[in-house]
């Protein structure tokens, strides 16, 4: 019976400390993001270390945006090319969720944690992406900023 309740507690706990993403947070998703590590659905995890490529985040105030790949220069600009994903969070049940289309697919990801820093996705296959935000690198004109 303790075993039963000291289960219980640590769910109740587990539960009530998972963030709650309100509309307000959805404007932090906007800018670079590089992955950080991949959790799998057992458990194991796979760590990244640099990054070629960044995901980039628009999402305007009707909650519609893009999702594009980029990839950092060392002067502090990103190259990219046209193609992007249409996105439109969508929220159901105290859940927010990413809703991705391309001409040729759609998907869903659930947005597990959002702050000014770490965003947390899972996707249908059970795997939690981790990322970071990022921002340019520049390590060409002496360090000057990058705009």
């Known amino acids: ?18 963030q709650k993403i309100e509309p307000a947070d959805i404007a932090k998703l906007n800018g670079y993001w590089e992955i950080e590590k991949v959790v ?3 458990g194991e995890d796979k760590d990244y270390g640099m990054n070629e490529s960044y995901d980039f985040f628009k999402i305007e105030t009707d ?3 893009i999702r ?17 994903e249409t996105v439109k969070v969508r929220f159901k049940d105290g859940k927010a969720f990413l809703d ?3 001409p040729y697919t ?11 820093d770490k965003l947390v996705l899972l ?6 992406y981790h990322y970071k935000k990022a921002g340019p690198i520049n390590i060409i004109d002496n360090g000057k900023k990058t705009k």
């Not at 019976?1 to 998972?18: A, T």
């Not at 002067?75 to 992007?84: C, I, R, V, Y």
């Not at 759609?106 to 000014?116: C, F, N, R, S, V």
Request: glycine share 4%.
């Open 63 to 65: 909650n519609n945006g």
């Open 123 to 128: 996707n249908a296959e059970k795997k939690e």
């Open 1 to 18: 019976m303790k075993n039963v309740f000291k289960i219980l507690l640590v769910s109740f706990l587990f539960v009530g400390c998972q």
């Open 106 to 116: 759609k998907w869903t990801e659930e947005l597990i944690a959002l702050t000014d």
């Open 40 to 42: 799998f659905d057992k």
């Open 68 to 84: 594009q790949k980029v990839m950092p220069q060392l002067d502090g600009t990103f190259m990219t090319n046209d193609l992007h």
């Open 100 to 102: 991705y289309s391309t």
